[in-house]
Structures are given as C-alpha cells and as structure tokens.
C-alpha cells in the first residue's frame, strides 16, 4: 500500500460489476478516493461505454489510476490503450502489476472479474498501488509506444 492518498477511478461492464464493486470498497478502506463510474446494475452493457469515462478521468488528472473490470479484462484494455496518455495493464497475478508501474509505467489495470478472485484483485491492487516506476532505461522504452503517424 503507498502512504499517500490517492484518487482511483473505476469503471466496469456488467460481467465485471462483482469484482469492480469489492475493489472499491477495499480501496475505500485504504483511505483513497474513489470516483466509481459504473455500471451500476446487473443488466448487459457495453465496456467501452465505462472505460473511455475512466481513461478521461486518468487523461485529466483527476485520479492518478483507473481500474477497468469486465469478464475477461480484455475488452477493457483494448478500448483504454486507444488512448494515447493511458498505459493499461491487463494482469492476473501480483508480479505483473507490480512490473507494470515499475518497467511501464502503467497508469491503469485492467482485470477480469470472470478469470480472478477477490482476494487475488486486492492483492493485485495493492501491488499495482505500492510500486513506483523506476525511470531510466525505461523512459526510452515507453517513448518508443507513442502513438504511430
């Protein structure tokens, strides 16, 4: 966990809902500031539709990380690296999270509420919130992932 507060934006499809809302409310309990953008309810909806709303949220600074849920985690990071200041992660286990902020950079995770536990989305969570990016090296690897004329 980091020591400082920080503003998470979430955004789920229905098949994702279970798992975005626990996510929150472990977030919530860690003393960070959540912007939940949905959905709400159980009916069938479309991913993009949430995960544009977090991505603008993460492009403009109001939060620092976007958390993107739907069955496979797939479609969600596919609509969120169409944006060209998102780096979204998919990842199933703790080293990959934690690789992700340190060597990428990675500003948002995506997960699947259908492929992960609870207790293993937390744990990714917290990996993802706890690691910083190291810089160096790294820096010329991700200017090399800049959007293509």
């Known amino acids: 966990m980091t020591d400082q507060t920080l503003t998470l934006a979430f955004g789920a499809d229905h098949a ?3 798992l975005k809302n626990a996510l929150v409310a472990w977030a919530q309990t860690q003393g960070h500031v959540v912007h939940d953008l949905g ?5 069938s909806v479309d991913y993009p539709d949430f995960a544009h709303p ?7 600074g109001a939060a620092r990380f976007g958390v993107l849920v739907c ?12 944006h060209a200041a998102i780096r979204c992660a ?8 934690r690789l992700a902020r340190q060597h990428n950079d990675a500003n948002m995770l995506a997960l ?9 989305a937390i744990d990714i969570l917290r990996s993802f919130l706890a690691a910083t990016y190291e810089g160096g090296r ?6 090399k992932i800049a959007p293509q004329p």
């Not at 069955?71 to 596919?78: D, I, R």
């Not at 699947?112 to 293993?120: A, D, S």
Request: hydrophobic share 30%; aromatic share 2%; charged share 25%.
């Open 16 to 18: 994702g809902l279970a």
């Open 39 to 43: 959905t709400h309810g159980t009916e």
């Open 54 to 60: 977090v991505c603008r949220e993460v492009e403009s």
């Open 71 to 82: 069955g496979t985690g797939l479609g969600m990071s596919y609509a969120a690296n169409r």
């Open 90 to 97: 998919l990842v199933s286990e703790t080293t990959s999270a």
């Open 112 to 120: 699947g509420g259908r492929m992960i536990g609870e207790e293993i």
């Open 138 to 143: 790294h820096d010329r690897r991700i200017a």
